[in-house]
């Protein structure tokens, strides 16, 4: 008996075609048949997307790129933001109850939540524990504990909690700002990692010579420049999150983007508190 071959489908036949010119070799498909990959369309055969031909595969990965990261701001600001509202609760419980007064008279617990912070952040920055799940979440959820005593301390021994709510709506008006900065300007702030390293250098200083000399005038000034300087590294870490410039952070380090920020923007508002008091002194 015969062999008996399958006749080859029309479009199949098409496919086999090639057409060598000058130029190089093309592959002919149906003019009619349009193959779609993820939110992109185009017509042509889908071994196009996988052997570097056509010329819409680069815009593909940039775009498959830019939903990654659009997912990843999304996934640190979500942390952040649950951070602040954690941070903000302990606040209005210190300068709107009793709680603010128990902190004042048991600094010891304010102590050991500062060292605590201290331990815990070492923990996500120089360890590996910022990358490794559960422990990047405990760790940091550990620390925004931590910091949040340590803060609510600090507004408790404000005389007046009028000074921290101002403190508060300045520091979010200055925040939003700086961000929206950071998204749309075309400065790098990223490749000034050695500007950035020598303000705290100088601000270190400043806060060893207030500390020997205590003085109202040098903590003023310790209190602007501390803003001034934060608001700059807040700008460097945000655009680091967004990913386009020298600089930036990979998809795992969700956690490390977190704290960074949220010292960037919790600095600053003690700073400002503290500026504020001086102020109204």
């Given at each position: 008996m015969a062999d008996f071959q399958q006749p080859k489908n029309q479009k199949d036949m098409h496919?086999?075609?090639?057409?060598?010119?000058?130029?190089?070799?093309?592959?002919?498909?149906?003019?009619?048949?349009?193959?779609?990959?993820g939110s992109h369309s185009r017509k042509g055969h889908p071994r196009d997307y996988f052997n570097g031909e056509s010329s819409h595969s680069g815009s593909f990965c940039r775009d498959i790129d830019d939903e990654v990261r659009g997912g990843f701001i999304s996934k640190v600001y979500g942390i952040i933001s649950f951070q602040l509202i954690v941070t903000a609760v302990f606040v209005l419980l210190a300068i709107g109850t009793g709680f603010g007064h128990w902190l004042l008279r048991n600094m010891w617990f304010s102590i050991v939540c500062m060292v605590g912070a201290i331990i815990t952040e070492i923990m996500i920055i120089c360890c590996k524990?910022?990358?490794?799940?559960?422990?990047?979440?405990?760790?940091?959820?550990?620390?925004?504990?931590?910091?949040?005593?340590?803060?609510?301390?600090?507004?408790?021994?404000?005389?007046?909690?009028?000074?921290?709510?101002?403190?508060?709506?300045?520091?979010?008006?200055?925040?939003?700002?700086?961000?929206?900065?950071?998204?749309?300007?075309?400065?790098?702030?990223?490749?000034?990692?050695?500007?950035?390293?020598?303000?705290?250098?100088s601000l270190l200083i400043l806060a060893i010579l207030m500390f020997v000399f205590p003085s109202r005038i040098l903590h003023i000034i310790y209190c602007t420049a501390a803003t001034l300087i934060f608001s700059f590294i807040l700008i460097a870490d945000t655009q680091m999150l967004k990913g386009d410039k020298e600089e930036r952070f990979g998809e795992d380090d969700y956690i490390l983007a977190a704290l960074m920020i949220y010292i960037d923007i919790i600095t600053i508002f003690l700073q400002l508190v503290q500026l504020l008091a001086q102020a109204s002194d």
């Open positions: 496919y086999e075609r090639l057409d060598v010119e000058a130029v190089g070799e093309e592959i002919k498909v149906p003019q009619d048949q349009e193959y779609s990959r524990y910022g990358r490794v799940v559960p422990q990047n979440y405990i760790c940091l959820f550990s620390f925004t504990f931590f910091e949040s005593i340590v803060v609510a301390t600090i507004c408790a021994s404000v005389n007046s909690p009028f000074i921290v709510l101002v403190a508060a709506f300045m520091t979010c008006c200055l925040v939003l700002t700086l961000t929206a900065y950071a998204f749309y300007t075309k400065e790098d702030f990223t490749a000034c990692g050695s500007v950035a390293w020598v303000m705290l250098s």
